[in-house]
């Protein structure tokens, strides 16, 4: 896919990749941490743990409110630098004190990557890249991060903790440097009044002459957007909210947005050795649960090289169909297994384990990079910030409702119910997608919302025409 593409492209996702790394880490070293022989000068407590855990959505939350204004008002590149200095700083702390209060204070701060890495990377990679490659670029930072989990898994099983996290370090820290030398992106530098600079960018972008006439196209479809803009003295939120064709595609990315967050990948993951030693009784596959949470980056990771590989052949409609309908399948077989198991029949060990495999590919292979390509797909560049930022708020809220009130409520109603309901939200996911979503492959903003438009008119006019019936 890149081969015939300049290598700056798999560049622009490597932050990604580092914020997987802080994510993965924190998986096999909870239990480090809390052995009396660990690498801290105190072992964690439960609190400790607690706060480790969730401090990084809350503080994605506050920095991820204004991050598309920032990403708008300053640039993709610069943002982007700062995405990347925050996680040095994250492995830096880490590295000179692993005491409780240091690594909570390093997880807040990853709370920028975690927010910005999905809110200006895909804006950024969406604004360099071709039209026909957009959607397998947008799934390479699902990729990059999944391979970023896997590392961290992998390292943490034969490494000591001091070297994973120089290793840590040495990944953002090289990013940052070749950052340097990137170019902001030509819609930017358009909306700054730099039209010549912003040319001979696309020129390079594309590997072209700037006298070339594709380009000259392709510059005059971008000043274009920035003149209608410009002439539209409306905000962001004014145009969201009174143009209809965005509006639709707006309440369609929040949508995917909030039910791909509640499709149960999250809970899956955290249940994973639960469902493991649930099964070891009647499976013969004895894994330690480093090797049990290898196993579960392997599987995401597969997941997310199937969505990189066919998204632009398949289109992002039927890949988000198939995806969700499998997770429901997955997390309905889940709900069923714990169920009938809590009634003391027996059920095979192999059944939970396939399901939350597939449960975790499908939310990878589809569900996952498809709620980030669209935000690109559906709304021009001077929207996406705005869009990006209040999209990622809603996600690192239902992000953190899971893991504050998940245990809670599963206590209360049993985990069979909870889990019934994310499949619910998946299969409904599939339906609303088949009626409402607009496919965006190799498609303009225009040409979509052209689409969403035409598809108003003739919902009125089949209303006006039953009204006629006498």
């Known amino acids: 896919m890149l081969s015939d593409k300049p290598r700056y492209l798999f560049a622009v996702t490597i932050p990604l990749l580092s914020f997987g790394m802080v994510q993965g880490w924190l998986s096999p070293m909870i239990s480090v941490l809390q052995s009396p022989q660990g690498p801290s000068p105190e072992p964690y407590t439960s609190t400790d743990i607690s706060w480790m855990t969730s401090v990084t959505y809350i503080t994605a939350i506050i920095f991820g409110a204004p991050m598309g204004y920032l990403t708008d008002r300053y640039g993709r590149k610069i943002m982007t630098l700062i995405t990347t200095f925050s996680l040095i700083a994250y492995w830096l702390i880490k590295l000179l004190s692993l005491n409780p209060w240091a690594v909570i204070l390093a997880r807040a701060i990853a709370g920028i990557p975690c927010s910005a890495c999905y809110i ?12 026909d490659l957009r959607g397998a670029l947008g799934s390479l930072l699902i990729l990059n991060r999944n391979i970023g989990y896997l590392s961290s898994y992998i390292f943490a099983d034969l490494l000591d903790v ?12 090289v990013v940052f440097f070749t950052f340097l030398i990137m170019p902001e992106t030509p819609e930017f530098l358009v909306k700054q009044g730099k039209v010549d600079e912003a040319k001979t960018v696309l020129a390079w972008l594309r590997g072209v002459s700037v006298i070339d006439s594709s380009l000259e196209e392709d510059m005059d479809k971008i000043v274009k957007a920035d003149k209608r803009t410009q002439a539209d003295t409306k ?5 969201i909210i009174h143009d209809r064709p965005t509006l639709k595609a707006f309440i369609i ?10 499709d149960g990948y999250l809970i899956v993951l955290i249940y994973a050795g639960f469902v493991f030693a649930k099964a070891a009784d009647s499976i013969t596959l004895r894994l330690s649960p480093n090797k049990q949470i290898i196993m579960i980056g392997v599987v995401q990771l597969l997941g997310s090289i199937v969505a990189t590989c066919i998204v632009e052949k398949t289109g992002r409609k039927l890949l988000l169909v198939t995806t969700s309908l499998a997770m429901g399948v997955g997390m309905l077989t889940l709900s069923a297994w714990f169920y009938v198991t809590s009634a003391d029949i027996w059920l095979p060990g192999w059944l939970p384990v396939l399901a939350m495999c597939v449960c975790i590919f499908a939310d990878a292979a589809g569900f996952q990079p498809i709620s980030y390509i669209i935000i690109t797909d559906l709304f021009t560049f001077q929207l996406r910030g705005t869009v990006s930022s209040f999209a990622n708020i809603c996600a690192k809220l239902s992000n953190f409702i899971q893991m504050k009130w998940f245990n809670n409520v599963s206590e209360l109603i049993g985990i069979h ?12 996911a599939s339906f609303y997608t088949v009626i409402f979503f607009p496919e965006t492959r190799n498609k303009t903003v225009e040409e979509i919302y052209a689409k969403l438009a035409k598809r108003k008119a003739i919902e009125k006019k089949e209303v006006e025409d039953a009204k006629s019936v006498p």
Do not use: H, M, R
């Open 120 to 131: 200006v990377l895909p804006i950024y990679l969406k604004e360099i890249s071709d039209i």
């Open 417 to 428: 119910w909870t889990l019934l309901f994310f499949a619910v939200v998946c299969f409904a």
């Open 235 to 239: 905000s962001a939120w004014n145009n």
């Open 162 to 173: 001091t070297t994973v996290l120089w290793i840590g370090l040495l990944v953002p820290t």
């Open 253 to 262: 990315t929040l949508v995917i947005k909030i039910t791909q967050q509640f």
